[in-house]
């Protein structure tokens, strides 16, 4: 809960509607962030709130980094 409080307070718009782009595995005290986000600062900031929760003992950062699909120029 601690975690995805965190990520919720940083990365809110990851965690819209009844679903969210960032999922959180916790088990003794490891904890995974899987999903995809769409740059490498959000993975990172991800990754830093997640270790700042107490009882963490260690974060996998499995998020993938999704860039925005580019619109093609027409011409």
Same mark, same amino acid.
């Given at each position: 809960?601690? %975690?995805?409080?965190?990520?919720?307070?940083? +990365? #809110?718009?990851y965690f819209w509607?009844?679903? /969210? =782009? $960032?999922?959180?595995? %916790?088990?003794?005290?490891?904890v995974i962030l +899987? #999903?995809?986000?769409?740059?490498?600062?959000? /993975? =990172? $900031?991800?990754?830093?709130?997640?270790?700042?929760?107490?009882?963490?003992?260690?974060?996998?950062?499995?998020?993938?980094?999704?860039?925005?699909?580019?619109?093609?120029?027409?011409?």
């Amino acid at each position: 809960a601690g %975690v995805r409080a965190n990520l919720q307070r940083m +990365l #809110g718009r990851y965690f819209w509607g009844s679903g /969210s =782009d $960032i999922k959180i595995v %916790v088990k003794n005290g490891d904890v995974i962030l +899987l #999903g995809n986000v769409a740059s490498k600062a959000d /993975s =990172d $900031i991800a990754n830093i709130q997640a270790n700042q929760v107490r009882g963490a003992f260690h974060v996998f950062n499995l998020l993938q980094v999704v860039e925005p699909a580019k619109k093609e120029k027409k011409g």
